[in-house]
Structure formats: C-alpha cells, structure tokens
C-alpha cells in the first residue's frame, strides 16, 4: 500500500504531451454533471469517478438570486471589473493545515472500515467503497468537523457526508442512493 506521500507525488500532477506538470498543493477541480440523456453526456468509468471527492446535488437559484444574476447581466458588455479572491493562497493552506489537525480516534477511523466493508458487501452495491474513497471519506469528515468548530471527528460527522462522498462512488441510480446509503448507515454499529 502506498505512503500518503508516494500517492501525493502520483495524484498531484498531470501529463500533457508526455509532459509532466506537477499541481500546487492549493489545487483542485470543480466539475459539472449534466443530465444523462442530454448528448454527448456519457457515464465516467469508476476509475475517473473516484477521484471526486463529493457529489452535490445544487438545484436551481431562489428566485431572489435569479433577479440578481439577471440585473448583473444588464449593462456594458466591456466592464468586466474582476471580483476580489474570496480566498489567496496562502490562506487556503492556513485552512488545509487547520483540516489536517483534526483528530480521528481509532474508534472512528474502526467505523469508517465497517461502513466501508458494508458497502463492498451490500447486494445492491455493484462496487464497494475504494480504499481511496475511504481515505476521500475520512477527509471530507474532518473538513466538516472543521467547519463545525470541533477539533475532532464524530460518528455524527461521518454520517453527515456519507450521502455526498458516497453518492459519487457506488454507482446507484439517484433513486436509490439516498435509500441505500440510510441502509448501510442504520445497518453498521455505531461506535460510542
């Protein structure tokens, strides 16, 4: 099994034209996912959807934040003033740090391994968790007790993101995720 650090130096780049480009630390994608009868628009293969971390289902705006993207849209064409960062550089590797130092009893990290075991065991699960879904797993926990202002993870924290983390890798119509993952949550022990 790779070291984080050996799996950072294989993930944290990218080749084009046989070129190795190595990403900054602060990197990351945002992707979109449109309706799957809309052409051109085809399933990813397992491989690629597990290096998501999350999939958030976002809607439409209200219809207040719809009136202000339209009155944003009115006017010169050519002032295109830029928008102040909401975030630099530097700050985003404060906050990372700051994620990092969240804590992980061993009791959590043991239920994280059963959810994902139950996962891999389910009859509706075509394809478990990856180890690397795992690891997506644990982290997005830790961002979420971060945000939360706890210093550690909970098995309420874990739950939380299940949907989102979850809802990327195993491959479930929309109809029967939600279900499927409230299944493996309610069937795993929680620990105390």
């Avoid at 602060?26 to 992707?31: L, P």
């Avoid at 597990?50 to 719809?66: Q, T």
């Avoid at 239920?111 to 075991?117: F, I, Q």
């Avoid at 997005?140 to 739950?159: H, I, S």
Wanted: net charge negative; aromatic share 6%; glycine share 6%.
């Amino acid at each position: 099994m790779p070291t984080t650090r050996l799996e950072a130096v294989a993930e944290r780049q990218v080749t084009v034209n046989n070129r190795r480009h190595v990403l900054a630390d602060t990197f990351f994608v945002i992707d979109t996912q449109n309706p799957v009868e809309h052409h051109g628009t085809y399933p990813l293969p397992e491989a690629q959807l597990d290096r998501f971390a999350l999939k958030l289902a976002v809607g439409y705006p209200d219809p207040g934040n719809e009136l202000d993207m339209l009155a944003a849209a009115v006017g010169d064409p050519t002032d295109r003033t830029p928008l102040p960062p909401a975030l630099d550089g530097a700050a985003l590797r404060d906050l990372q740090a700051r994620v990092a130092r969240v804590a992980v009893a061993p009791v959590v990290r043991g239920y994280l391994v059963d959810l994902a075991a139950a996962t891999r065991a389910h009859l509706r699960v075509a394809l478990g968790l990856s180890p690397r879904g795992l690891l997506t797993w644990q982290s997005v926990a830790r961002a979420w007790a971060f945000l939360n202002g706890c210093p550690f993870v909970t098995p309420d924290d874990v739950q939380d993101v299940a949907r989102p983390v979850l809802g990327v890798r195993l491959g479930l119509n929309p109809d029967a995720g939600p279900a499927l993952i409230d299944d493996l949550l309610t069937s795993t022990p929680v620990p105390a």
